[in-house]
Protein backbone atom coordinates (compact mmCIF):
# COMPACT_ATOMS: atom_id res chain seq x y z
CA UNK A 1 0.00 0.00 0.00
CA UNK A 2 0.64 4.01 -0.17
CA UNK A 3 3.47 5.42 2.30
CA UNK A 4 3.30 8.10 4.43
CA UNK A 5 3.24 11.47 1.57
CA UNK A 6 4.07 14.75 2.49
CA UNK A 7 3.24 17.88 0.51
CA UNK A 8 4.79 19.92 -0.46
CA UNK A 9 8.48 18.76 -1.08
CA UNK A 10 10.31 22.11 -0.40
CA UNK A 11 8.71 25.26 0.63
CA UNK A 12 10.54 28.33 0.56
CA UNK A 13 8.99 31.44 2.00
CA UNK A 14 9.97 34.98 3.67
CA UNK A 15 10.45 35.60 7.02
CA UNK A 16 7.13 36.45 8.90
CA UNK A 17 5.22 34.60 6.43
CA UNK A 18 2.88 31.77 7.67
CA UNK A 19 3.35 28.25 6.38
CA UNK A 20 1.18 24.93 6.62
CA UNK A 21 2.87 21.59 6.14
CA UNK A 22 0.83 18.67 5.20
CA UNK A 23 1.09 14.72 5.87
CA UNK A 24 -0.69 11.97 4.80
CA UNK A 25 -0.41 8.98 6.97
CA UNK A 26 -0.56 5.04 6.22
CA UNK A 27 -4.43 4.46 6.21
CA UNK A 28 -5.98 3.06 9.55
CA UNK A 29 -2.42 4.50 11.15
CA UNK A 30 -4.32 6.09 14.43
CA UNK A 31 -0.98 7.53 15.29
CA UNK A 32 0.65 10.63 13.97
CA UNK A 33 3.97 12.59 14.81
CA UNK A 34 5.53 15.62 13.61
CA UNK A 35 9.38 15.50 14.00
CA UNK A 36 11.60 18.66 12.83
CA UNK A 37 14.94 18.14 11.59
CA UNK A 38 18.15 21.12 11.89
CA UNK A 39 20.74 20.83 9.18
CA UNK A 40 23.19 17.87 10.28
CA UNK A 41 21.06 16.62 13.62
CA UNK A 42 18.83 14.25 14.78
CA UNK A 43 14.71 14.71 14.41
CA UNK A 44 13.13 16.58 17.73
CA UNK A 45 9.61 15.47 18.46
CA UNK A 46 7.06 18.24 17.90
CA UNK A 47 3.78 16.72 18.30
CA UNK A 48 1.80 13.53 18.59
CA UNK A 49 -1.64 12.28 17.52
CA UNK A 50 -4.01 9.60 18.85
CA UNK A 51 -7.09 8.83 17.26
CA UNK A 52 -9.30 11.12 18.95
CA UNK A 53 -7.49 12.13 21.80
CA UNK A 54 -5.90 15.05 22.91
CA UNK A 55 -2.84 15.58 21.08
CA UNK A 56 0.82 15.70 23.02
CA UNK A 57 2.08 19.23 22.35
CA UNK A 58 4.83 18.89 24.66
CA UNK A 59 7.63 18.86 21.73
CA UNK A 60 6.14 22.28 20.09
CA UNK A 61 9.14 24.97 20.82
CA UNK A 62 6.88 28.12 20.60
CA UNK A 63 3.32 29.28 20.25
CA UNK A 64 3.54 29.88 16.46
CA UNK A 65 3.87 26.30 16.15
CA UNK A 66 0.43 24.28 15.59
CA UNK A 67 -0.61 21.04 14.16
CA UNK A 68 -4.22 19.40 13.40
CA UNK A 69 -5.50 16.27 12.49
CA UNK A 70 -9.25 15.21 11.88
CA UNK A 71 -9.81 11.50 13.40
CA UNK A 72 -7.24 9.61 11.63
CA UNK A 73 -6.95 11.14 8.80
CA UNK A 74 -4.70 14.11 7.22
CA UNK A 75 -2.78 16.32 9.36
CA UNK A 76 -1.33 19.78 8.84
CA UNK A 77 1.38 21.37 10.56
CA UNK A 78 0.95 25.80 10.81
CA UNK A 79 3.74 27.75 11.28
CA UNK A 80 3.21 31.34 12.11
CA UNK A 81 4.99 34.50 11.37
CA UNK A 82 8.27 32.11 10.25
CA UNK A 83 11.51 32.78 11.29
CA UNK A 84 15.16 31.81 9.83
CA UNK A 85 15.54 29.46 12.55
CA UNK A 86 12.38 27.66 11.58
CA UNK A 87 14.15 26.31 8.80
CA UNK A 88 15.15 22.51 8.60
CA UNK A 89 12.70 19.23 7.13
CA UNK A 90 9.84 18.49 9.02
CA UNK A 91 9.28 15.00 8.88
CA UNK A 92 5.73 12.84 9.49
CA UNK A 93 5.68 9.69 10.97
CA UNK A 94 2.69 7.17 11.40
CA UNK A 95 2.04 4.37 13.43
CA UNK A 96 -0.53 1.13 13.95
CA UNK A 97 -2.39 1.00 17.48
CA UNK A 98 -0.57 -0.35 20.11
CA UNK A 99 -3.19 -3.10 20.43
CA UNK A 100 -2.08 -4.01 16.66
CA UNK A 101 1.36 -5.32 18.18
CA UNK A 102 3.25 -2.63 16.48
CA UNK A 103 5.37 -0.30 17.81
CA UNK A 104 6.84 0.56 14.43
CA UNK A 105 6.89 4.38 13.11
CA UNK A 106 6.66 4.81 9.21
CA UNK A 107 8.17 8.17 8.10
CA UNK A 108 7.35 10.21 5.33
CA UNK A 109 9.53 11.90 3.32
CA UNK A 110 9.56 14.98 4.48
CA UNK A 111 9.17 18.99 3.74
CA UNK A 112 12.79 21.22 3.34
CA UNK A 113 11.26 24.34 4.77
CA UNK A 114 13.96 27.73 3.98
CA UNK A 115 13.24 30.60 5.48
CA UNK A 116 15.15 33.65 3.50
CA UNK B 1 14.48 12.71 30.31
CA UNK B 2 16.55 9.93 27.98
CA UNK B 3 19.36 11.52 25.61
CA UNK B 4 20.76 9.58 23.03
CA UNK B 5 24.41 10.30 21.78
CA UNK B 6 26.22 9.34 19.02
CA UNK B 7 29.86 10.81 18.96
CA UNK B 8 31.16 9.70 15.58
CA UNK B 9 29.74 12.57 12.94
CA UNK B 10 31.35 10.78 10.31
CA UNK B 11 32.96 7.41 9.47
CA UNK B 12 34.04 5.35 6.32
CA UNK B 13 34.52 1.83 5.16
CA UNK B 14 35.65 -0.29 2.32
CA UNK B 15 33.01 -1.99 0.16
CA UNK B 16 32.82 -5.53 1.39
CA UNK B 17 34.34 -4.53 5.11
CA UNK B 18 33.07 -4.22 7.98
CA UNK B 19 32.14 -1.21 10.05
CA UNK B 20 30.35 -0.31 13.57
CA UNK B 21 28.71 3.21 14.49
CA UNK B 22 28.46 3.57 18.06
CA UNK B 23 25.81 4.88 20.27
CA UNK B 24 25.12 5.43 23.97
CA UNK B 25 22.11 6.48 25.60
CA UNK B 26 20.94 7.69 29.01
CA UNK B 27 17.69 6.82 30.68
CA UNK B 28 16.26 5.83 34.01
CA UNK B 29 13.84 3.28 32.77
CA UNK B 30 14.53 -0.64 33.21
CA UNK B 31 12.42 -1.32 29.89
CA UNK B 32 12.61 0.60 26.41
CA UNK B 33 12.99 -0.02 22.76
CA UNK B 34 16.11 1.11 20.66
CA UNK B 35 16.30 1.53 16.77
CA UNK B 36 18.46 2.26 14.28
CA UNK B 37 17.28 4.22 11.65
CA UNK B 38 19.34 4.70 7.88
CA UNK B 39 18.53 7.99 5.72
CA UNK B 40 19.35 8.24 2.48
CA UNK B 41 19.96 11.47 0.86
CA UNK B 42 16.09 10.86 -0.06
CA UNK B 43 15.64 11.53 3.19
CA UNK B 44 13.17 9.11 4.05
CA UNK B 45 13.78 7.16 7.33
CA UNK B 46 14.37 3.15 7.08
CA UNK B 47 13.86 1.36 9.90
CA UNK B 48 17.32 -0.93 9.95
CA UNK B 49 17.01 -2.71 13.21
CA UNK B 50 15.35 -2.42 16.36
CA UNK B 51 15.99 -4.10 19.97
CA UNK B 52 13.65 -4.53 23.03
CA UNK B 53 15.95 -4.00 26.47
CA UNK B 54 14.27 -7.32 27.96
CA UNK B 55 15.57 -9.37 25.52
CA UNK B 56 19.56 -10.67 26.00
CA UNK B 57 20.15 -11.62 22.67
CA UNK B 58 21.62 -9.14 20.23
CA UNK B 59 19.45 -8.37 16.93
CA UNK B 60 20.48 -9.16 13.59
CA UNK B 61 18.69 -8.59 10.36
CA UNK B 62 20.89 -10.32 7.68
CA UNK B 63 24.45 -7.96 7.01
CA UNK B 64 23.06 -5.81 9.91
CA UNK B 65 23.63 -6.51 13.71
CA UNK B 66 23.84 -5.02 17.04
CA UNK B 67 25.78 -4.94 19.63
CA UNK B 68 23.58 -4.08 22.93
CA UNK B 69 24.97 -3.74 26.27
CA UNK B 70 22.46 -2.51 28.54
CA UNK B 71 24.77 -2.01 31.78
CA UNK B 72 26.79 0.18 29.97
CA UNK B 73 24.22 2.05 28.03
CA UNK B 74 25.50 1.11 24.44
CA UNK B 75 24.13 0.03 21.23
CA UNK B 76 26.45 -0.16 18.66
CA UNK B 77 25.24 -1.01 14.79
CA UNK B 78 27.93 -3.53 12.85
CA UNK B 79 27.79 -3.73 9.39
CA UNK B 80 28.91 -6.19 7.72
CA UNK B 81 29.89 -6.75 3.89
CA UNK B 82 29.02 -3.30 3.39
CA UNK B 83 27.80 -2.33 0.03
CA UNK B 84 27.50 1.44 -1.65
CA UNK B 85 24.14 1.41 -0.76
CA UNK B 86 24.35 1.26 2.69
CA UNK B 87 25.76 4.99 2.41
CA UNK B 88 23.76 6.94 4.27
CA UNK B 89 23.04 9.05 7.74
CA UNK B 90 22.39 6.50 10.43
CA UNK B 91 20.53 7.48 13.45
CA UNK B 92 20.36 5.97 16.55
CA UNK B 93 17.00 6.24 18.75
CA UNK B 94 15.12 5.14 21.71
CA UNK B 95 11.87 4.61 22.79
CA UNK B 96 9.83 4.36 26.30
CA UNK B 97 7.60 1.35 26.73
CA UNK B 98 4.03 2.33 25.99
CA UNK B 99 2.14 3.63 28.92
CA UNK B 100 -1.28 5.30 29.41
CA UNK B 101 -1.22 8.50 27.32
CA UNK B 102 2.11 8.72 26.66
CA UNK B 103 3.44 9.75 23.64
CA UNK B 104 5.81 6.96 22.27
CA UNK B 105 7.77 9.25 20.47
CA UNK B 106 11.44 8.77 19.17
CA UNK B 107 14.78 10.04 20.79
CA UNK B 108 17.27 9.98 18.39
CA UNK B 109 20.54 10.54 18.37
CA UNK B 110 22.28 13.50 16.06
CA UNK B 111 23.72 11.05 13.26
CA UNK B 112 26.68 9.33 11.76
CA UNK B 113 27.21 10.16 8.07
CA UNK B 114 28.43 6.76 6.77
CA UNK B 115 30.77 7.43 3.39
CA UNK B 116 31.24 3.21 1.29
CA UNK B 117 34.62 3.33 -0.80
CA UNK B 118 34.35 1.56 -3.86
Known amino acids: GAGVSQSPSNKVTEKGKDVELRCDPI?????LYWYRQRLGQGLEFLIY????????KSGLPSDRFSAERTGESVSTLTIQRTQQEDSAVYLC??????????????FGPGTRLTVT | AQTVTQSQPEMSVQEAETVTLSCTYDTSESDYYLFWYKQPPSRQMILVIRQEAYKQQNATENRFSVNFQKAAKSFSLKISDSQLGDAAMYFC???????????????FGSGTQLTVLP
Open chain 2, 93 to 107: AYRSLPSSGSARQLT
Open chain 1, 93 to 106: ASRQAVLAGSYEQY
Open chain 1, 49 to 56: FQGNSAPD
Open chain 1, 27 to 31: SGHTA
